[in-house]
């Protein structure tokens, strides 16, 4: 058995992690390119949005390599992810791929069944080595947050631009070779030692922008055209609304372990979206206002075209926006996004926000007169 | 109390229940005029550019009703059915509303959902009713009364295949003649089978008057509104994993129970741009229909820009392959 999965951010380091270590050969699909992306709006429904058909490009690539087991989220509703697995199976046999595909469904009250599936994949491995492969692949999941966090703090101030994600690449590989949670002590010490030393540029002042939205153009770099890189190379220090971490407590994980804070967050979202509203439309809303309280200067809103949640939360961000006087630029992305556009729009945009950051240290300086 | 109704999304559904649930607490109800063109520019200029075509409409509504009643019934409609949904923007639509239209009256957004708990439809007929200023009782009485009624108007639909479609300015509720009384018996030539969210079908403006149009061809329409509901669960239980939109199911299965047990003649599907379930849902089925069934297939995406003659165009070409093979069968059957 060859098991494959859909790329999503770093994700595959740790599910890579976790598979082997349970003695299941995986291949990973090549990383998102411009391929992927062909082979996804070829063979996808065309209104179906970008995650889904970018899922499809991976998958042709891992099952041309040899892969013949794919692993996948599911979901219950409201939104379309839920149903992805139903309609990309039909997709992949209709093009006449032979394979198996294991959909992982949210364990709300099915924990035991994600573990059955797992026995399943993992031939029948106790519990106890499952949680032990789950611990490795747990700790460089949380790893590969601090480090993208780390990351996107440094890359606006440095001297020497390219540096940072220099260092960021490395990183990802020894991350990802680590074979202990001990070894991987060893590589966090030492990513942390080559960050500091990066040379930083004390005349550059980062403003700070949060990203949110949909869940998976947030992480997946290759969707976003890169835009927590771009935004750090136009000086802005990048927070995400979410990281690996957190979408494998959502997704995968049982309600119990999920953090307390969350719901506390969404309060926020209230006056504005009152609840769930599927995927993280509310939560996107409450961000923003999260955000804008930590003083933060400018918030992205990331959406694929025709995505539910986030079309909900578009509607409302004006209003939100002007309330807490924060300015929020949103980007629908599509098969048609390009790099270069979006780059002008952010140009703008962190200047913009810039500006108002001066503006407003003006005024302070004034009134303190 | 003048209520306002926007004749638009669930409109389709429940009109009826929310009619006779209003005025029997003494209110009265004003429903937005049918869909036209301004009432689609309204909606198309206040609403977040990539949302979906009916929920655009739905704005265009709203503001219709603006300035002609006390307040707009809008409920926040999370499901409908057990462990279902509608869809994400059903789940955010009085939040959609109040942050693109301004100068609203009164909005009753109280929650609707059934997905666990059988009692949900009488708890929020209940709420609305309080926050109407009406007590638990009276809410409760109007309550009853209206669901029984509504229980036996869709008994009445599903045995005369009555379709809810508005006639002119009349709601299809006020509509009593049966759709098909010019009709006799034997006198379709075809059975089509038109799927889509009922807001979509039976919306005359948006459909560009499809239904009318297939019936004008001697078309019998079937749609899931006029089928059984065990029918249609029989269908749905065809899926590999169950679908959790109400709408999508009600689709898939009617699509897969008729084509298993009915003679039909063709399929008609009917998606709106923007839609997200409708995506997924058109695939499932016109991957179904063209590996599983030799049946012609007609799918339409309504659009905001859509012309009317290619519309026209497409349905004429959809009509002359069931013309085609209704002779081809007749001329087998004479040979043979
Ligand atoms: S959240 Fe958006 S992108 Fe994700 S499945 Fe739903 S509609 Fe698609
Ligand atoms: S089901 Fe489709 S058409 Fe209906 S509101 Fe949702 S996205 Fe729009």
Same mark, same amino acid.
């Given at each position: 058995?060859?098991?494959?999965?859909?790329?999503?951010?770093?994700?595959? $380091?740790?599910?890579?992690?976790?598979?082997?270590?349970?003695?299941?050969?995986?291949?990973?699909?090549?990383?998102?390119?411009?391929?992927?992306?062909?082979?996804?709006?070829?063979?996808?429904?065309?209104?179906?949005?970008?995650?889904?058909?970018?899922?499809?490009?991976?998958?042709?690539?891992?099952?041309?390599?040899?892969?013949?087991?794919?692993?996948?989220?599911?979901?219950?509703?409201?939104?379309?992810?839920?149903?992805?697995?139903?309609?990309?199976?039909?997709?992949? &046999?209709?093009?006449?791929?032979?394979?198996?595909?294991?959909?992982?469904?949210?364990?709300?009250?099915?924990?035991?069944?994600?573990?059955?599936?797992?026995?399943?994949?993992?031939?029948?491995?106790?519990?106890?080595?499952?949680?032990?492969?789950?611990?490795?692949?747990?700790?460089?999941?949380?790893?590969?947050?601090?480090? *993208?966090?780390?990351?996107?703090?440094?890359?606006?101030?440095?001297?020497?631009?390219?540096?940072?994600?220099?260092?960021?690449?490395?990183?990802?590989?020894? $991350?990802?070779?680590?074979?202990?949670?001990?070894?991987?002590?060893?590589?966090?010490?030492?990513?942390?030692?080559?960050?500091?030393?990066?040379?930083?540029?004390?005349?550059?002042?980062?403003?700070?922008?949060?990203?949110?939205?949909?869940?998976?153009?947030?992480?997946?770099?290759?969707?976003?055209?890169?835009?927590?890189?771009?935004?750090?190379?136009?000086?802005?220090?990048?927070? &995400?609304?979410?990281?690996?971490?957190?979408?494998?407590?959502?997704?995968?994980?049982?309600?119990?372990?999920?953090?307390?804070?969350?719901?506390?967050?969404?309060?926020?979202?209230?006056?504005?979206?009152?609840?769930?509203?599927?995927?993280?439309?509310?939560?996107?809303?409450?961000? $923003?206002?999260?955000?804008? &309280?930590?003083?933060?200067?400018?918030? $992205?809103?990331?959406?694929?075209?025709?995505?539910?949640?986030?079309?909900?939360?578009?509607?409302?961000?004006?209003?939100?926006?002007?309330?807490?006087?924060?300015?929020?630029?949103?980007?629908?992305? *599509?098969?048609?996004?390009?790099?270069?556009?979006?780059?002008?729009?952010?140009?703008?945009?962190?200047?913009?926000?810039?500006?108002?950051?001066?503006?407003?240290?003006?005024?302070?300086?004034?009134?303190?007169? | 109390?003048?209520?306002?109704?926007?004749?638009?999304?669930?409109?389709?559904?429940?009109?009826? #229940?929310?009619?006779?649930?209003?005025?029997?607490?003494?209110?009265?109800?004003?429903?937005?005029?049918?869909?036209?063109?301004?009432?689609?520019?309204?909606?198309?200029?206040?609403?977040?550019?990539?949302?979906?075509?009916?929920?655009?409409?739905?704005?265009?509504?709203?503001?219709?009703?603006?300035?002609?009643?006390?307040?707009?019934?809008?409920?926040?409609?999370?499901?409908?059915?057990?462990?279902?949904?509608?869809?994400?923007?059903?789940?955010?639509?009085?939040?959609?509303?109040?942050?693109?239209?301004?100068?609203?009256?009164?909005?009753?957004?109280?929650?609707?959902?059934?997905?666990?708990?059988?009692?949900?439809?009488?708890?929020?007929?209940?709420?609305?009713?309080?926050?109407?200023?009406?007590?638990?009782?009276?809410?409760?009485?109007?309550?009853?009364?209206?669901?029984?009624?509504?229980?036996?108007?869709?008994?009445?639909?599903?045995?005369?295949?009555?379709?809810?479609?508005?006639?002119?300015?009349?709601?299809?509720?006020?509509?009593?003649?049966?759709?098909? /009384?010019?009709?006799?018996?034997?006198? #379709?030539?075809?059975?089509?089978?038109?799927?889509?969210?009922?807001?979509?079908?039976?919306?005359?403006?948006?459909?560009?008057?499809?239904?009318?149009?297939?019936?004008?061809?001697?078309?019998?329409?079937?749609?899931?509104?006029?089928?059984?509901?065990?029918?249609?669960?029989?269908?749905?239980?065809?899926?590999?994993?169950?679908?959790?939109?109400?709408?999508?199911?009600?689709?898939?299965?009617?699509?897969?129970?008729?084509?298993?047990?009915?003679?039909?003649?063709?399929?008609?599907?009917?998606?709106?741009?923007?839609?997200?379930?409708?995506?997924?849902?058109?695939?499932?089925?016109?991957?179904?229909? /063209?590996?599983?069934?030799?049946?012609?297939?007609?799918?339409?995406?309504?659009?905001?820009?859509?012309?009317?003659?290619?519309?026209?165009?497409?349905?004429?070409? #959809?009509?002359?392959?069931?013309?085609?093979?209704?002779?081809?069968?007749?001329?087998?059957?004479?040979?043979?």
């Amino acid at each position: 058995m060859k098991v494959t999965f859909p790329h999503m951010g770093n994700l595959y $380091i740790p599910v890579k992690t976790f598979f082997e270590n349970l003695g299941v050969e995986v291949i990973v699909p090549p990383p998102c390119s411009k391929k992927t992306l062909e082979l996804g709006v070829k063979y996808s429904p065309e209104f179906a949005c970008l995650p889904l058909k970018i899922n499809i490009g991976n998958f042709i690539e891992a099952l041309e390599m040899g892969a013949d087991t794919i692993v996948m989220a599911g979901g219950i509703g409201p939104c379309r992810f839920g149903y992805y697995s139903e309609v990309q199976r039909e997709i992949l &046999r209709d093009l006449g791929y032979k394979f198996n595909m294991i959909v992982l469904d949210p364990p709300q009250g099915h924990f035991m069944d994600l573990v059955k599936k797992l026995l399943a994949i993992t031939n029948k491995k106790s519990f106890r080595q499952i949680s032990l492969a789950g611990r490795l692949a747990w700790a460089k999941a949380l790893l590969l947050d601090e480090l *993208d966090k780390m990351a996107s703090a440094i890359r606006p101030v440095e001297l020497n631009r390219g540096e940072t994600d220099a260092i960021y690449k490395n990183a990802l590989e020894q $991350i990802s070779k680590a074979e202990s949670e001990q070894e991987l002590l060893g590589v966090r010490r030492e990513i942390l030692e080559r960050m500091a030393e990066i040379k930083k540029d004390p005349d550059k002042l980062p403003v700070k922008i949060g990203l949110v939205g949909e869940i998976y153009t947030v992480l997946e770099p290759f969707v976003n055209l890169f835009v927590e890189r771009q935004l750090g190379e136009l000086g802005a220090a990048v927070e &995400r609304s979410i990281y690996i971490t957190e979408w494998v407590r959502e997704n995968l994980l049982p309600s119990f372990l999920k953090p307390k804070e969350h719901g506390q967050v969404l309060k926020l979202a209230e006056p504005y979206i009152r609840c769930f509203v599927g995927g993280h439309g509310q939560e996107s809303i409450a961000q $923003i206002v999260k955000y804008s &309280r930590e003083g933060f200067d400018g918030v $992205i809103h990331l959406l694929p075209f025709t995505c539910m949640p986030e079309i909900v939360a578009k509607s409302t961000i004006p209003s939100v926006a002007r309330i807490h006087s924060i300015p929020v630029m949103t980007l629908v992305l *599509d098969e048609h996004s390009a790099e270069a556009g979006v780059r002008t729009r952010l140009e703008a945009f962190v200047d913009l926000i810039r500006q108002k950051k001066e503006e407003k240290s003006c005024d302070r300086v004034l009134s303190g007169n | 109390m003048r209520i306002g109704i926007p004749r638009a999304l669930l409109y389709y559904n429940y009109y009826p #229940f929310w009619k006779i649930f209003f005025e029997s607490l003494g209110h009265e109800v004003v429903l937005s005029s049918p869909t036209n063109k301004k009432i689609l520019k309204d909606g198309l200029e206040s609403t977040v550019d990539d949302a979906c075509l009916p929920v655009k409409v739905f704005h265009g509504h709203v503001i219709d009703l603006i300035n002609t009643v006390d307040a707009v019934f809008i409920p926040r409609i999370i499901s409908v059915e057990s462990g279902e949904f509608i869809c994400p923007k059903f789940l955010g639509l009085p939040d959609m509303i109040r942050n693109s239209v301004a100068g609203l009256p009164r909005i009753i957004d109280c929650e609707l959902s059934l997905y666990r708990n059988k009692t949900g439809f009488m708890e929020h007929a209940i709420r609305v009713g309080r926050l109407l200023g009406n007590s638990t009782q009276e809410a409760l009485r109007a309550y009853l009364l209206a669901s029984s009624k509504y229980n036996s108007y869709k008994k009445f639909r599903v045995k005369n295949g009555r379709l809810p479609i508005d006639e002119g300015d009349k709601s299809f509720f006020e509509v009593t003649a049966p759709d098909y /009384s010019k009709y006799k018996d034997g006198s #379709f030539k075809f059975n089509v089978l038109v799927l889509g969210h009922p807001y979509n079908i039976y919306d005359r403006y948006v459909s560009m008057n499809l239904i009318k149009k297939l019936q004008d061809f001697g078309a019998k329409i079937i749609t899931p509104e006029i089928i059984p509901e065990r029918n249609i669960s029989a269908g749905a239980k065809k899926l590999n994993k169950k679908l959790f939109w109400t709408l999508g199911k009600n689709i898939l299965g009617s699509a897969y129970y008729y084509m298993d047990n009915c003679k039909l003649d063709g399929i008609v599907h009917v998606a709106s741009f923007g839609c997200g379930p409708d995506s997924l849902v058109g695939e499932l089925l016109e991957r179904k229909v /063209s590996r599983d069934y030799s049946l012609p297939f007609l799918y339409l995406n309504l659009d905001e820009h859509a012309g009317e003659e290619g519309f026209n165009t497409r349905l004429e070409a #959809f009509v002359d392959i069931l013309e085609r093979r209704r002779c081809g069968e007749s001329n087998v059957s004479s040979h043979g």
